[in-house]
C-alpha cells in the first residue's frame, strides 16, 4: 500500500500556524481540530516546521512563566522528516519508529500533499489484513473453485 492511497481515503487537508503564533493559541488549534501536530509556516505558506503535543508539553514544563507569549517558532522542530504519495507504507512505518514521529508531512516537488499519522498508518495495515484474511478464509472454505 502507499501513501497516496491513505490520503485518497482521509483526505490532504493540513492545519497550518504562521510561525509568530503563540503557543497557548495552537493549543487551541489542536484542541478544536483534534489533531496532534501543526505545520509551521511563514506569511508566505513555506512551511517552515512542525510542532506537535510533546513540543508543546515540553514548553510547558520548561518555559512556564513565558507560556502566554512564547511563540511556536521557538519550540517548532525545522529538521522535518518527509515523504512522497509514491512511499509504501511499511517504509513509512519504519521511518516513524525509527524516528520516533508521529506524524509525516508529505510532499511532492515541495508541495504539501498532505500529512499521515502513525494512527493512519496503523488503520491501513489493519485493513488491508483484514482484507486478506478474508481472502484466504474463503479460499479455504472452497469458494474459489478451479
Request: proline share 0%.
Amino acid at each position: 500500500m502507499k501513501v497516496k492511497e491513505i490520503l485518497a481515503t482521509k483526505g490532504n487537508e493540513v492545519v497550518t500556524v504562521e510561525e509568530n503564533t503563540t503557543v497557548i493559541d495552537a493549543m487551541t488549534i489542536f484542541s478544536a481540530n483534534r489533531i496532534g501536530s501543526l505545520l509551521v509556516v511563514d506569511k508566505d505558506d513555506t512551511i517552515q516546521g512542525i510542532i506537535d503535543a510533546n513540543d508543546v508539553l515540553t514548553a510547558v514544563v520548561n518555559q512556564l512563566e513565558n507560556i502566554k507569549i512564547l511563540t511556536v517558532n521557538k519550540i517548532m522542530t525545522t529538521n522535518l522528516i518527509v515523504a512522497t504519495e509514491d512511499d509504501d507504507i511499511d517504509y513509512i512505518l519504519a521511518v516513524m519508529t525509527e524516528n520516533r514521529v508521529r506524524h509525516i508531512t508529505i510532499l511532492a516537488n515541495k508541495e504539501l500533499k498532505g500529512m499521515i499519522s502513525i494512527g493512519d498508518v496503523v488503520k491501513s495495515q489493519l485493513k488491508q489484513m483484514d482484507v486478506e484474511n478474508k481472502y484466504l478464509k474463503d479460499y479455504i472454505a472452497g469458494k474459489y473453485q478451479e
